[in-house]
C-alpha cells in the first residue's frame, strides 16, 4: 500500500459527549461531540509517546467532511457513514439517538470511517481531510470555500441522465445492478436478523421463569430442594446470557450496515459515469446536429424540416451577407464543440479507468472484509452453543443429585 | 386358567356392614402393630386361597381391602424393590388400529412375565384398548380406596384437533400406560389384586367385566364410603401437611407446565424466522463469487440449526410435558384420596359422639365404632406408606425427566 496516512497517524475516536448548543435557527438542541485523537507514530522512539492532538466534532462535521468528498473524489468508492437514525432495531433495542449503546455504537463506527479513509490511497492525501483531523476552529469555512457544493450534480441531472444514456459502459451497468441487488439482500437480511433476534431473546428469558418456580418449589420439598434451587440459579444465569450475546451480535450486524451503505456509495460513482457519458452523448449529438445545419446552410438543401426554412420560404430567403455570418458562427461553435468533446471523451475515459480501478480495489476490501465479518460471526455461534451446553450440564449436574 | 373368569372375591359386593371385622376379637386386645405374622402370610397368596389365619385363630378374610393391605404394610420390609426380587414385569407396546363397522380405536398389546405362583403361566400377552384401562383404574379404586391409584393419561385430547390416530399422540399415550401397569406392578398391594390379574391375563375382558357388574348388580352396592355428610373437625397435622404439599406441588407444576409450553411456543417463533433467515445467505451468495461460499455455508448451517431445533422442540413436548401433566392428575387424585380420609375419619368421629350422647350400650355400635376406627388407622397407614413410596418414585421420576430435560437441550447445542 501506498503512503497512506493511516500509516503515519493514530487515529481514535475516543469518546463521545452530550451537548447542548444553539443551532443555526438559533433553538436550543442537544446533541453528541465526539473525541478525536490523533497522534503521530513516527515520533515514537524508545517508549517516548508523542503528544496527543485532539478535538471535537459533532455527526453533522462527519457529513459535510462527506458530503466534500463524495464530490471532489466522484470516481471513488467513499467510505460511508454510520447510520444517523438506529435503523432495523429489535424491540430491546432503543431507537433513539441519545441512547448510551447507540452512541458507543455510532463513535465506533465513526473511528471506522476515519480510519477507512486515512487508509485509502487517494482520499488519504486530501488536504480537507488532514485538516478536520486536526483543525478545530474554521475547518467549516475552509470547506466551504472550496465551492464544492457547486460542483455537486443536481439529483434531477443524475436520474434524468440514468433514464437517457444510451451506451454506458457495461461494467457500469453491471455494477449498478450488483449494488441494487447487494443493497436489496443485505437490507433484508438485517430486518430478518433482528426478528431473528427479537425471538431468540424471548426464548432466553422464559427461561427465566424456571429459576422462580424451581425456587419456589424447592421450598417444599425435602430431598429434592437443594437439587432443584441450584438448578434454579443455571437457569437464571442462562436468561441472563442472552444479554451479552446480542450485544456480541450488534457489531457483526454494524459490519454489514457498513457494506449495505457501502452499495449506495457504489451506486453514486456508477451514476456519475452515466451522467459523464450522456454529457458526452448530448455534446456529440449537439455538434451532429450543428454540422449538419452548417452543411444545410452552406449547400442551400433542407434536408430536415425546419421552422426556419418554412418561414423562409413564406417569408423570402436570407441575404448571402446573413448566410454567411451563420455559417461563421456555426463554424466556431462547431471547432469549440469538437474541442470539447475530445476533451470530454478523454475525461471520460480516465474517469473510468481511475474509478475501475477504485472499485477492484473496493472489491478486494469488501470480500477480505466480509469474509472476516462472517467467521467472527460463527465464531460467536458457536461461542454461545457452548455457554449453552455449559449451563444445562451445569444444570444436569444439579438434577442428578436430588 | 385363563379361560374361565374367576368369581369375585366374597369382599367386594357386601356391604361394609356384614363384613366382619377382621380384627375383630372379644377382648380389647391391641391387635396392632404388634401382630407377628405366621408362616403362612410371609407365602405370596393364591387368589382362591382363604386359609389365612392370624396366630390367635381368628379366620381373617383376606380378599378384605382393609386387612390385605394393613397386613402387608406391616410386612413389607423393603420399599424398594430390587430388580431380582421382583417376580412381576409387565410391558405395553405394539399399538394397532381397529376398524370396525361401529368405531375405530386402538389396542395396545399387554406382555406379562412373571414367577409368580397364583398365575398359571409364567408368561401372557392380551390386547387391550384404553377403555379396558379405564375399568381397571376404577376397579382398583373400588377395591383399594385406603390407596393412592396412579393416574392414566387424559381421555380425551382437550386440545381439540389432534388426530387420536397420529403417531405422536399413540406413542405418547402408549407410555403413559405403560408407566401406569408399571407403577401398579411396583406396588406391593395393588399388584396383587385380583381386577389386576383378570386384566393381564384374561383374553376375554369383556365377559369379566360383565360377570363383574352381573355380581355387582345382584350383591347390592359394592364397597363404597359413603361421603354421607360427616364433617371432619379436624385433620391431623401429618395429613394435613400433605395436603397442602399436595397444594402447592400441583400449583408448581401447573405453573412448570406454562412455562415449558411458553418455552416451546417461542422456540417455534424463532424458528419461523430462522426459516427465513437461512435462505437470504444463498440468495447473497448467488450475488457473489468469491463470497459465494462461505456464503452458502452459513446458510447450509441455519438449516441445520432449524433442524436441530424442531426436534428439541418435539422432544420437549412429546417427553417432558406429558409427565408433568401425569403428575398433576396424580397429585389431584392423592388429594381425592385424602378427602375420603377425611371422611372415614368424620364418620368414626361422629359415631364415637354419637355413642357419647346416647350412652347405649348395643352390641353393634361398639363396633361399627371399632371398625371405623380401625378403617381410620388403616387408611392412615396406607396412606402413609404410600405416600413414603410415592415420594421416592416422584423423586426418581423427576430426577429422570429433568435430567433428560437437560441433555435434549445439551444435544441441541451439540448440534
Redo the contacts between chains.
Sequence with gaps: MEDCLAKKMEITVSEAEKRTGRNAMNIQETYTAYLIETRAVESQSEGQCAPVDSLWRRYSEFELLRNYLSVTYPHIVVPPLPEKRADFVWHKLSADNMDPDFVERRRIGLENFLLRVASHPILCQDKIFYAFLTQEGGWKEMVNETGFQLKADSRLKALNATFRVKNPDKRFTELKHYSDELQSVISHLLRVRARVADRLYGVYKVHGNYGRVFSEWSAIEKEMGDGLQSAGHHMDVYAASIDDILEEEEHYADQLKEYLFYAEALRAVCRKHELMQYDLEMAAQDLTCKKQQCEELATGTVRTFSLKGMTSKLFGQETPEQREAKIKVLEEQIQEGEEQLKSKNLEGRDFVKSAWADIERFKEQKNHDLKEALISYAVMQISMCKKGIQVWTNAKECFSKM | AASAPKPLPSSGPKSLREMPHPLATSSSEEMGPALTPSPDLLLPRSIADKDLSLPNGTPVDTSSPASSSSLLNRLQLDDDLDVETRDLFVTVDDPKKHVCTMETYITYRVTTKTTRAEFDLPEYSVRRRYQDFDWLRNKLEESQPTHLIPPLPEKFVVKGVVDRFSEEFVETRRKALDKFLKRITDHPVLSFNEHFSVFLTAKDLNAYKKQGMALLSKMGESVKYVTGGYKLRSRPLEFAAIGD?LD??SL?LG??DR?AQ??IK??L??L???R??GP??S??GG??V??SE??EG?SA?IGNCCTALEELSEDMTEDFLPVLREYILYAESMKNVLKKRDQVQAEYEAKLEAIALKKEDRPKVPTDVEKCQDRVECFNADLKADMERW?NNK?QD??QL??GM??K??Q???K
Design positions: 404439599y402447592t406441588f408448581k405453573t412448570i412455562i411458553r418455552i417461542e422456540q417463533e424463532y419461523v424466522e430462522l427465513e433467515y437470504v445467505y440468495t447473497w450475488l457473489e468469491e463470497l462461505p456464503l452459513v448451517c415420594q423423586r423427576f430426577r429433568l435430567m437437560a441433555d437441550n445439551i441441541y447445542y451439540e
